[in-house]
């Protein structure tokens, strides 16, 4: 990978500006004497958090109640607008996720049926199918998804 990819994620798209300030006073009020970090378990994915916490240059440790205006407009802000730089890329064994499924061998592949239960219908992740990620992923399923619906449609 050659230079750098900036990401700019919006992580409230179904709240304005606004209404994220709102919030975030009301989940503050409410934390008092919490921890920066443990008072946004509403707001955020607990796996986001540290993160988050280490990009908002807010110590995990400082009291909500010790935040000042800079710093909750910088968090308010961050909610709507934060910016990750990728640097590089992770081994590939860490993009497959999921595995398992509906073996292959029971799908009859021309219409995505089961072999063993008569109008049933297999698509996407639901099978037994390892992909790389980038595409491929989401090809197997756009592509058994489209014959599995006309497959079934064909038959009622």
């Keep these: 990978m050659q230079g750098h990819v900036v990401l700019r994620l919006n992580l409230k798209p179904a ?25 946004m378990s509403d707001m955020l994915p ?29 968090v308010s802000f961050m909610l709507k607008n934060l910016e990750l730089t990728v640097v590089g890329q992770r081994p590939l064994a860490e993009a497959i996720v999921t595995a398992g499924g509906v073996k292959t061998s029971e799908v009859d592949p021309r219409t995505m049926e089961s ?12 099978l037994d199918v390892d992909a790389y990620t980038g595409g491929y992923n989401l090809q197997i399923a756009w592509s058994t998804g489209a014959v599995a619906g006309e497959s079934a449609a064909r038959e009622n």
Excluded: M, W
């Excluded at 400082?62 to 407009?73: D, H, L, M, N």
């Design 15 to 39: 709240l304005t500006q606004e209404a994220v300030e709102a919030r975030l006073r009301r989940e503050f009020a409410q934390a008092g004497r919490k921890f920066f970090g443990n008072s």
């Design 46 to 74: 607990a796996s986001l958090i540290p993160v988050f916490v280490k990009l908002a240059q807010i110590p995990h440790d400082r009291q909500v109640s010790q935040i000042t205006k800079e710093q909750f407009e910088r």
């Design 115 to 126: 072999k063993l239960v008569s109008g049933l219908y297999f698509a996407g992740e639901i």
